[in-house]
């Protein structure tokens, strides 16, 4: 790790404490709240609708931006009027979304842990899943307490064109802040999306352990991990960029 210079963050489950299953369960009530009544749909059709989008965007190969990918496919199965409310979706996530902050939890070390690093002089890079707008990942920051001005970049639908775990998707980033895999580090809290794929491109990393989300039951004793609070002394170890 010589030549260190950027560390790359998750966001849900790492920086951000979160059941996944809890947080899925509160958005999905508020969006259809929201949606469902003005497009005269049931809760399950915009459901499938947007999971089917979803996983649109985790399987685009980078020839076109993940919102167009998300709002192509939306407005497939739900019609194309539907693209008259990409403005009303952004006003959600920037009011509505925010009832979803009680589905996560605080955790004090996250913010130090920034501040701690940014004093040694890395660049951070807001390494979320670019499966949402910008808005809605900067809010979701808030939530845990951190500015998101204290981030080189933050990955999101309008501004990424692959998602994890496509290894690719680390390469994007490296593009854009032009650094090579071996400057990067990625902290997260998923085993498959997180540590693997970035291993993948020669990147190392750090699994954090207190959401951890394991679906190929990995044996990741090998690798970098432990707990927020342990990533906190990990990071106050790590030399300071020159």
């Not at 649109?56 to 709002?71: E, L, R, T």
């Not at 990942?137 to 990955?155: K, Y």
């Not at 690719?168 to 998923?190: Q, R």
């Not at 707990?227 to 906190?232: D, G, I, Q, V």
Request: aromatic share 12%; with cysteine.
């Amino acid at each position: 790790m010589v030549k260190l210079k950027y560390i790359f963050f998750d966001l849900d489950g790492t920086l951000l404490p979160m059941d996944q299953d809890n947080f899925v369960k509160a958005y999905f009530t508020e969006l259809c709240n929201r949606f469902c009544p003005e497009l005269n749909v049931e809760n399950e059709v915009l459901i499938k609708a947007v999971w089917k989008s979803t996983n649109a965007m985790i399987k685009n190969d980078g020839s076109a931006p993940n919102y167009q990918v998300f709002w192509k496919t939306f407005s497939k199965l739900l019609g194309k009027k539907v693209l008259n409310y990409i403005k009303d979706f952004d006003n959600f996530y920037e009011n509505e979304f925010n009832e979803c902050k009680s589905a996560t939890k605080y955790n004090p070390n996250a913010p130090e842990i920034i501040k701690v690093l940014k004093n040694k002089g890395y660049k951070l890079i807001a390494a979320t899943n670019p499966l949402f707008p910008k808005i809605a990942i900067t809010n979701r920051l808030g939530w845990a307490g951190i500015n998101p001005r204290d981030f080189e970049l933050i990955t999101t639908y309008e501004n990424s064109s692959t998602c994890k775990p496509n290894p690719k998707y680390f390469l994007e980033i490296a593009e854009k802040i032009k650094a090579e895999p071996e400057d990067c580090f990625m902290v997260g809290n998923d085993m498959d999306e997180d540590v693997l794929a970035a291993e993948k491109v020669g990147i190392d990393s750090y699994l954090i352990t207190d959401c951890i989300i394991n679906r190929s039951e990995s044996d990741f004793s090998a690798y970098n991990h432990g707990s927020m609070r342990e990533f906190l002394t990990y990071a106050r170890m790590l030399p300071d960029v020159k």
